[in-house]
């Protein structure tokens, strides 16, 4: 975590997964892992397809995953792990094909990837609505010929995207009447076309939910016959959002600490009822109040600002949301908040650090530490689970 | 006639302390009286930070405050108001 909001010129790597299983299985055996790392601006990720379904192929691509993001996060080199794993993973005596396929993905914030396959379908990558092609290099496993590592080096430019699937995509639907072949790739392509050319905004998530989607509707009778994975890796500029939380220590600073909140280029979230009063009084901005509904105070209405809540209960529920998103339809300021947290990239508190007086009193005396742990816990499961930069300056 | 202002506090003191229940104000009161007064919400009106105020939840009636405020004690000073 990096203190002290700035705007971050290099770009931002969306990268998500969806999956379905194979029908009647419990469990994927698709692995899909990725990690980011702020300092390096960098993204790993891994998606492998352990040979088979159920418990076997999971455990299988969860080695196979762990092992290469290991590696890999190292320094060391792709090709050198691959060998390492191969030699160490189990060979499927009968079929003589080993363990599980894979997709390793190096990703740099400046664009440049590199990308290794061994057995997985090659990886799609799209730009401006055109597939564009990418040259491999082969390489020949020094110990099973049969074995072909693919690596390619591309540079992507912003709003390029690359898709990556296990064998459940292309082959979906598979000796059906009207897809003998399979879905295969040519169609992932055509699909994946069409959908950006409609949607040139997707998100990662939302892409790769509805080309594994379409995959298993290609299906007969709707059974799916493998699991079945996409990943999507988009490079784009990063959306930013600032929230604004707690009155500042120093009161004579308040203008300018408002004076920067507002001219944030992204979005703008204030939380806390003193801190909004704050703004709205140093900008001369009105600021209306709604109702509270239900459990939580309402929101407040200020122009320029994209959310006015109260503070802590909602930064609270925010963090229960993020760990665990409500499955009903709610409609409260925490998911309003949530929602705003999901669709950025960039993720900049400016925690104030004053005692609310309020509190500052036997039964409260712990205000300033439940905000500053609030917002250190969300900005936590923000990186680590939603994969997101974060950085928190105390004013 | 004018209107009165009643104004409910919705920031976080006076939330926990008792005010989320103040939402169900409007639903408590009869058509005469709803249509005789203006809620407006707030976000927090500034008193839970003074020690003499330190009763919240807050409502301002007209500009008068009502410390601990039930429903019951505003429907009351809203009464008053419109007696006077
Ligand atoms: S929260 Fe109600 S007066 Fe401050």
């Not at chain 1, 309020?358 to 500053?372: G, M, N, S, T, V």
């Not at chain 2, 009643?6 to 920031?11: A, D, M, P, Y």
Request: proline share 4%; aromatic share 6%; charged share 25%.
């Amino acid at each position: 975590m990096v203190l002290a909001p700035s705007m971050n010129k290099s770009l931002f790597i969306d990268i998500s997964c969806s999956q379905i299983w194979k029908t009647n299985q419990n469990t994927c055996g698709d692995v899909f892992l990725s990690k980011r790392f702020p300092k390096e601006r960098r993204v790993i990720a891994v998606l492998s397809d352990g040979l088979g379904s159920g418990i076997k192929a999971n455990i299988l691509g969860q080695m196979t995953a762990t092992m290469l993001l290991r590696y890999v996060e190292q320094g060391r080199d792709i090709e050198k792990a691959a060998e390492v794993i191969m030699d160490t993973l189990p060979i499927c005596r009968v079929r003589k094909i080993s363990y599980s396929t894979f997709t390793v993905v190096d990703c740099h914030e400046n664009g440049s990837v590199v990308i290794v396959e061994e057995g997985n379908p090659g990886f799609v990558w799209m730009r401006n609505g055109v597939h564009m092609e990418a040259e491999p290099e082969i390489i020949v496993s020094k110990k099973f010929s049969t074995r072909k590592m693919h690596r390619y080096k591309i540079n992507m430019l912003p709003d390029d995207r690359l898709i990556f699937c296990s064998d459940g995509v292309t082959q979906a639907g598979l000796g059906s009447p009207r897809l003998k072949g399979g879905w295969q790739r040519s169609g992932l392509i055509e699909y994946s076309k069409t959908l950006l050319l409609d949607n040139p905004e997707l998100t990662s998530k939302e892409l790769a939910r509805r080309i594994t989607l379409a995959a298993t509707y290609k299906c007969m009778d709707n059974f799916v016959k493998d699991d079945t994975s996409t990943a999507v890796l988009h490079v784009r500029t990063p959306r930013s959002v600032l929230v604004f939380t707690g009155p500042p220590f120093h009161m004579e600073r308040d203008n300018e600490h408002s004076q920067r909140f507002i001219q944030f280029p992204g979005q703008k979230v204030i939380c806390g009822g003193t801190t909004a009063n704050i703004v709205s009084r140093e900008l001369n901005r009105k600021k209306e109040t709604t109702m509270a509904s239900g459990d939580l105070p309402g929101i407040s209405v200020m122009e320029g600002v994209d959310l006015v809540s109260e503070g802590i209960l909602t930064l609270t529920r925010v963090l229960e949301y993020l760990e665990n998103p409500p499955s009903k339809e709610i409609r409260d300021a925490a998911v309003s908040l949530a929602s705003i947290f999901m669709e950025n990239d960039c993720i900049s508190f400016m925690v104030g650090a004053k005692m609310n007086q309020a509190y500052y009193d036997p039964e409260w005396p712990i205000e300033l530490e439940i905000r500053k742990t609030v917002v250190r816990r969300i900005a936590n499961i923000l990186e680590e689970k939603y994969l997101k930069k974060v950085e928190i300056e105390f004013v | 006639m004018k209107k009165i202002d009643v104004e409910i506090c919705f920031g976080t003191t006076c939330f926990v302390l008792g005010g989320s229940h103040l939402q169900e104000l409007e639903n408590s009161l009869d058509n005469d009286l709803k249509e005789k007064i203006n809620i407006i919400p707030q976000n927090c009106l500034g008193l839970c930070k003074n020690e003499n105020y330190s009763q919240a939840p807050y409502v301002k009636v007209n500009g008068q405050i009502i410390d601990r405020a039930t429903i019951e004690k505003v429907i009351n000073k809203i009464k008053c108001e419109i007696n006077e």
